[in-house]
């Protein structure tokens, strides 16, 4: 069975641009979960969805927007970057709606540079 | 927001001796997970516990979750290179919440 994949997997932008990153999640898996991972922060929740509403968000300003497809793929939006920006976002998948089940399967990530 | 601490938060060791990292908050979780992340990739889980008190082993690995459920410990025995990499533990509070990260232990293991 394929894991979860998302491109691209490096992207450079520059301040006051805007970037759509990419996550495709293993197969079946109906939730797709973001996060960002900073050395400073750690691995923060952005987002996550479930066929295609969002389930649960975390605390990031509006410019971190995302949606998920009726494949399941989910896209993550984020406008007007920031220096602060630059991080690893990765993108989990799940079965999530079955009891006891929420092991999250992590795909490699989209490594964010803002210059 | 309740926050996981880890520590140590850096771990130098020399190939085959043992380690203990730990996992502590104030908070109870129902679920707790941790994983192993190396560079360039993505976490991978290692393992969920659920019970206060559980003991689970992955060959050389091996975790507990507190009797409260606040805390857990990861031991390694005889750790190898291959061990090394960023350890993540998260926690849920309840079913169906997103898990919260803790700031991992970078583990080295020298040859």
């Known amino acids: 069975k394929a894991g979860v994949t998302q491109t691209p997997r490096y992207l450079i932008k520059t301040r006051g641009q805007q970037v759509t990153l990419s996550c495709s999640p293993i197969?079946?898996?109906?939730?797709v979960s973001w996060y960002q991972q900073t050395p400073g922060q750690g691995l923060q929740f952005l987002f996550e969805?479930?066929?295609?509403?969002?389930?649960n968000k975390g605390n990031f300003p509006g410019r971190f927007s995302g949606r998920q497809f009726s494949n399941s793929r989910s896209e993550m939006n984020v406008s007007t970057l920031e220096l602060g920006d630059s991080a690893l976002y990765l993108c989990?998948?799940?079965?999530?709606?079955?009891?006891?089940?929420?092991?999250?399967?992590f795909g490699p990530g989209t490594r964010l540079t803002v210059l | 927001t309740q926050l996981l601490e880890q520590s140590p938060q850096f771990l130098s060791i020399q190939e085959g001796e043992n380690l203990t990292v730990y996992c502590n908050s104030s908070?109870?979780?129902?679920?707790l997970q941790w994983y192993r992340q190396e560079p360039g990739e993505g976490p991978v889980l290692l393992v969920t516990v659920v019970t206060g008190g559980e003991v689970k082993k992955l060959k050389r690995l091996t975790f507990q979750f507190g009797d409260a459920r606040k805390d857990s410990s990861l031991h390694i025995t005889a750790a190898q290179p291959g061990d090394t990499g960023l350890y993540l533990c998260a926690g849920a509070h309840n079913y169906g919440q997103n898990f919260v990260f803790g700031p991992g232990t970078r583990l080295s293991v020298l040859p």
């Open positions: 969805y479930f066929s295609e509403t969002q389930r």
């Open positions: 989990a998948s799940s079965y999530r709606d079955r009891v006891g089940s929420a092991e999250q399967f």
């Open positions: 908070s109870v979780f129902s679920s």
């Open positions: 197969s079946g898996h109906r939730s």
